[in-house]
């Protein structure tokens, strides 16, 4: 069992910056992939980052070159750098912890609350 919680979410201008937090509970963190992902009003839910357990990373394209994602498997914690922040950001922000399935498919077992993320002109 894996318990997440975000944090550092908030208003912020437009070209401004924010760094997520979200603090995982359990002894396997380094086994999970970690991601990052994102649900602005009336939209559905989607990627943001993927931190494999091996340490690599992937986002989508909307945040390339602008979101940074990292952990810190010592103490339980993976972060979402957000730099040049647009309107567009605007979401509840939510991690998730999983695994990789046979198929190759990713299986999150394991979400946060989110956290509310607000970009401003």
């Known amino acids: 069992q894996v318990q997440l919680v975000e944090s550092g979410g908030g208003l912020v201008q437009a070209g401004g910056s924010l760094r997520l937090s979200c603090a995982a509970s359990g002894r396997t963190f380094s086994s999970y992939v970690m991601g990052w992902f994102r649900q602005a009003p009336g939209k559905e839910r989607e990627f943001a980052a993927i931190?494999?357990?091996?340490?690599?990373?992937s986002y989508a394209d909307s945040v390339k070159g602008r979101f940074t994602i990292s952990r810190d498997n010592g103490k339980n914690m993976v972060y979402l750098q957000m730099n040049s922040l647009t309107p567009e950001d605007t979401a509840v922000y939510y991690c998730a912890a999983g695994s990789r399935r046979v198929d190759g498919a990713i299986r999150y077992d394991y979400w946060g609350q989110g956290t509310q993320v607000t970009v401003s002109l």
């Open positions: 931190s494999w357990s091996g340490g690599s990373t």
